[in-house]
């Protein structure tokens, strides 16, 4: 009977000695079995403790407990230009809708619309959640990862709206990005098309996809027609470099603002916002590195339109405010080297690995494409592309590709929210 | 508990091995052929549950390797929460969870209580004792067929365990390095553990040894079929 017991403890409890009374076919699946059974544990384990912090972290603030109907969250103030035209719209068509803001100085909070209640929800875990025991019949977002990352589908909302908030696709959002929302609203064709292929490639339903044009972008334009560029006399470079690894400032900063610094021009150096969240050590270097050069302005504004509409070059990496700055204002651009790892966006799971923008910026259709080593000969091609309007003529080629329907956003917007709403009352 | 779990779950089976054992003798005559016929039929009933282990295996290898090049991906440039959670999508998108990893396992648990039935059962069936098969004086004790000076050299643990080895071989195959060493470990862990039970269990062993050989030279020659019918089709849609 011992030696019996030793078998039947064998069996259950060490995989290995099993094997030898089974075969090996199935003594490696007895293997493979209780490890599965462990990692299986480990991830659950694991799903359970994530899945709890959503609620650990909800926050002291009090919100409504009711029922919405067309809700617009806005995670960052500087978003307040994509919802804006669509709002307007909504307004004048007598629509009410909700404006939820994730920061305080969110200009959304101060508008004066009567069909606009507007609430302040937070950021983070605090705003997650509301957002995500929210009941609403349709709800409008820039922020991508629904259902993925820490922003859940609520069970009582309808409908999620995703608006793309650049140019670019969505491929160069991080995986999953808007695989989760029902529908979306788009700039363009060669938006449409990345989403779609992602669907394909993903066996996800086709979602329902309305190409509105540039909300933030139809913003910009107006207040660009009221202002007249200026000029005096000395070349204004802005240098607008995006944030993370693919940052131009984060790269070579030292090398190419050593350089700048030493010319005649007026500097305006323009870092993206979530670098001063993100990179705050980085910035405050150069602040202070940089803080007796008389020709280098730091703007730290949320728009950053002023600045466009006194340079005369922009310098940027591979950033959706390249072509902000070709579409409004048809100027030259000068875009540094990047390398993007594929592997960290959606871009990924494309049959290109690259995205629209991407592919325009390395066929060199966008701008001249500053290399590393000619960081200390920039006066020259500064000089040479100031001087050269060629490339700026290029831009015809795509721009209407990329910004549809200039001016047209709002209404279209407003009537694709129409459109869901009565899919949703239909239902 | 173990004799709760022994009676339930062992005990009915070692009852239907006693009676093809006890059948089998009074057709035949011998205990020798009475094993080998009972070798057969156990294996032959633990065939469709390991065949139903197999299919969910290999269909559960089949989704992770399809998942695979996004999870190293994925592992090369995002860690922790968000690691999790991406991961956690890449699964749902494919219909996957890891507690499906556990069903293969099931058609395997249910073979399990046969195999324990047979080696409890064979080790204490009396009738045995004294019982000579062929080359074997006594089914109930060790061969020692080999003798080498004064040392007796039980010859059925090198048979079983080089059918073993040879099951292994096929099996691994198209396995890595580690499985391949953990087959050879294992056999040779369990030529020491069984090399003095008696040679009515190891005749039992051996002749499962065998079978399984036989299964699986089988199962690799269906899988080369398959594979080349895969090819075909496919090189028809080329086309």
Same mark, same amino acid.
């Given at each position: ?104 100085? $969110? ?5 004066? #619309? ?58 160069? #959002? ?6 989760? =929302? ?10 449409l098309s990345v989403i779609r292929e992602l669907e394909r490639n993903r066996n996800l339903p086709e979602k329902k996809i309305g190409i509105i044009g540039s909300t933030y972008l139809d913003v910009m334009a107006e207040r660009v027609s ?31 603002? $050593? ?82 790892d594929p592997r960290k966006y959606d871009m990924n799971s494309l049959d290109s690995k690259s995205s629209t923008l991407m592919k325009l910026i390395r066929e060199g259709k966008v701008g001249y494409v500053l290399k590393e080593k000619e ?14 309007? /060629?490339?700026?003529? /290029?831009?015809?080629? =795509?721009? $209407? ?7 047209? /956003? ?15 009352? $239909?239902? | ?27 035949? +005559? ?18 469709? !549950? ?8 290999? &269909? ?13 991906? !994925?592992? &090369? ?21 890891? *507690? ?29 004792? +004294?019982?000579?098969? !062929? ?37 691994? &195959? ?6 391949? *060493?953990? *087959? ?8 020491? !553990? ?12 051996? @002749? ?15 899988? &080369? ?5 895969? *090819?075909?089709?496919?090189?028809? @849609?080329?086309?």
């Amino acid at each position: 009977m011992s030696k019996l017991l030793l078998v039947m403890i064998l069996f259950l409890l060490i995989p290995m000695p099993a094997y030898a009374y089974l075969d090996p076919g199935s003594g490696s699946m007895i293997v493979g079995a209780i490890i599965a059974l462990a990692a299986t544990l480990f991830y659950i384990l694991k799903n359970f403790v994530y899945e709890r912090m959503n609620y650990v972290f909800k926050g002291k603030k009090k919100f409504p407990d009711r029922k919405f109907g067309i809700v617009f969250y806005s995670e960052m103030a500087h978003y307040w230009n994509v919802f804006f035209p669509i709002i307007r719209e909504l307004h004048n068509r007598n629509i009410k809708c909700t404006y939820l803001a994730g920061e305080e100085n $969110d200009p959304g909070l101060e508008c004066g #619309y009567e069909n606009l209640e507007k609430i302040h929800v937070g950021k983070g875990f605090e705003a997650y959640y509301f957002l995500n025991r929210l009941e609403a019949d349709l709800v409008i977002m820039t922020t991508p990862g629904l259902n993925v990352l820490q922003l859940k589908k609520s069970r009582k909302v309808k409908h999620y709206c995703h608006i793309v908030h650049g140019l670019e696709d969505t491929s160069t #959002y991080a995986p999953y990005g808007v695989d989760y =929302f029902d529908s979306l609203m788009v700039n363009g064709e060669h938006q449409l098309s990345v989403i779609r292929e992602l669907e394909r490639n993903r066996n996800l339903p086709e979602k329902k996809i309305g190409i509105i044009g540039s909300t933030y972008l139809d913003v910009m334009a107006e207040r660009v027609s009221g202002n007249k560029p200026h000029k005096d006399g000395k070349t204004t470079l802005l240098l607008a470099p995006s944030w993370g690894e693919k940052g131009f400032l984060k790269r070579f900063g030292s090398m190419l603002l $050593d350089a700048l610094t030493l010319q005649d021009y007026i500097i305006i150096l323009r870092p993206h916002p979530q670098s001063y969240k993100s990179e705050t050590d980085m910035i405050m270097k150069f602040q202070e590195k940089y803080s007796d050069k008389k020709n280098l302005v730091w703007d730290d504004r949320p728009d950053g339109l002023d600045s466009m509409l006194m340079a005369d070059i922009m310098i940027s990496d591979y950033s959706g405010i390249i072509f902000d700055y070709l579409f409004l204002f048809a100027k030259p651009v000068i875009v540094t080297d990047f390398e993007v790892d594929p592997r960290k966006y959606d871009m990924n799971s494309l049959d290109s690995k690259s995205s629209t923008l991407m592919k325009l910026i390395r066929e060199g259709k966008v701008g001249y494409v500053l290399k590393e080593k000619e960081i200390s000969d920039i006066s020259t091609i500064i000089d040479k592309i100031y001087n050269d309007g /060629s490339r700026v003529k /290029s831009i015809e080629d =795509f721009r $209407d590709k990329i910004y549809c329907h200039p001016g047209e /956003s709002g209404k279209r917007g407003a009537d694709f929210i129409q459109s869901i709403m009565k899919d949703i009352n $239909d239902n | 508990m173990m004799s709760i779990l022994y009676l339930i779950f062992i005990y009915p089976i070692e009852f239907i091995i006693r009676h093809i054992l006890e059948l089998s003798f009074l057709v035949t +005559g011998s205990y020798g052929i009475s094993i080998i016929i009972v070798s057969i039929v156990i294996s032959l009933i633990t065939l469709p !549950l390991y065949h139903f282990a197999n299919l969910m295996q290999l &269909k559960e290898r089949e989704i992770k390797k399809r998942m695979e090049p996004a999870v190293n991906d !994925l592992k &090369k440039v995002y860690r922790g929460y968000e690691l999790h959670l991406y991961i956690k999508t890449l699964y749902r998108q494919n219909n996957y969870h890891p *507690v499906y990893s556990l069903r293969s396992s099931m058609g395997l648990l249910l073979q399990v209580p046969f195999f324990i039935a047979a080696y409890h059962f064979l080790s204490i069936y009396e009738p045995l004792q +004294g019982v000579s098969f !062929l080359f074997f004086h006594d089914l109930g004790s060790p061969d020692g067929l080999v003798s080498l000076w004064e040392l007796r050299i039980n010859l059925l643990p090198f048979l079983m365990t080089g059918f073993s080895l040879l099951a292994g071989y096929v099996y691994t &195959k198209n396995a890595g390095t580690g499985e391949k *060493v953990q *087959v050879y470990i294992i056999s040779g862990l369990f030529f020491a !553990l069984l090399y003095n039970s008696p040679s009515g269990l190891l005749l039992y062993w051996t @002749c499962n040894n065998i079978f399984n050989y036989l299964k699986h030279i089988g199962y690799s020659f269906f899988e &080369k079929e398959n594979m080349k019918n895969t *090819v075909i089709s496919g090189s028809i @849609c080329n086309v």
